[in-house]
């Protein structure tokens, strides 16, 4: 199956710092998403992003298919950005398992 | 919309004993999946269904399993727990070819 790797795996930052979180996969992707994993353990929606560049607010997302990797950028960082990033793919093709493969996270602590 | 509940939200087991983990959905999704999260680590595949009446393996499904009667719901069984399955469990559901959506997930101890 498809292998995802974050990097990097903890990152602490003051409040107002700017971060970029990289995932990379092994194959080529029907979907990527970006996820928040909140210190209550809710998984919260960032980013659909199989390729191209989208932006909501301080967060943007892009993802060059072709060369596999997608970026998470975080700006002006608030203490409620803290948390762990996800990066999730899925390549089906006719076989295997149909689902969402997760990295290991990116541990983003701000500190006010 | 409440998008994809799950019940309970905390369960404590002993070993041994079984219990089924609800999901339900009313968003109208083909896909659906069951997910465990243990402490430190990503998300790992137990079960997936594309629609009523198909369930697959994923990656993570022994000592699971998984039924889908309806469109709505894909509850989850955990026959004679154990402790290795302590852990957080997600369900999630799709539509065709976009993103999927979690549950606020059930935090399972087995004791």
């Known amino acids: 199956g498809i292998q995802v790797e974050q990097s990097p795996p903890d990152l602490i930052l003051q409040e107002g710092a700017n971060s970029t979180l990289r995932c990379n996969f092994s194959?080529?992707?029907?979907?990527l998403q970006w996820f928040h994993q909140n210190p209550w353990g809710q998984l919260i929606n960032l980013f659909y992003?199989?390729?191209g560049t989208k932006q909501n607010g301080r967060l943007s997302a892009t993802t060059v298919a072709t060369e596999r990797y997608s970026l998470l950028y975080i700006s002006s960082s608030q203490t409620t950005d803290s948390g762990v990033y996800f990066c999730a793919a899925r390549r089906y093709s006719g076989g295997g398992a149909d689902g969402l493969t997760f990295g290991k996270g990116t541990h983003l602590i701000i500190q006010p | 919309n409440a998008g994809v509940t799950q019940t309970p939200k905390f369960r404590i087991l002993k070993i041994g004993q079984s219990m089924t983990l609800q999901c339900a959905q009313d968003?109208?999704?083909?896909?659906m999946y069951w997910y465990r999260q243990d402490p430190g680590m990503g998300l790992k595949l137990i079960y997936y269904s594309v629609g009523a009446g198909i369930t697959d393996k994923g990656e993570v499904p022994n000592g699971y399993n998984v039924s889908r009667s309806t469109t709505e719901d894909f509850p989850l069984r955990l026959e004679l727990a154990a402790p290795s399955q302590t852990s957080v469990y997600f369900c999630?559901?799709?539509?065709?070819?976009?993103?999927?959506?979690f549950g606020q997930g059930t935090r399972l101890t087995v004791v």
């Open positions: 194959d080529s992707v029907n979907n």
């Open positions: 992003i199989p390729s």
């Open positions: 999630a559901s799709r539509p065709v070819n976009t993103e999927a959506f």
């Open positions: 968003m109208n999704h083909n896909y």
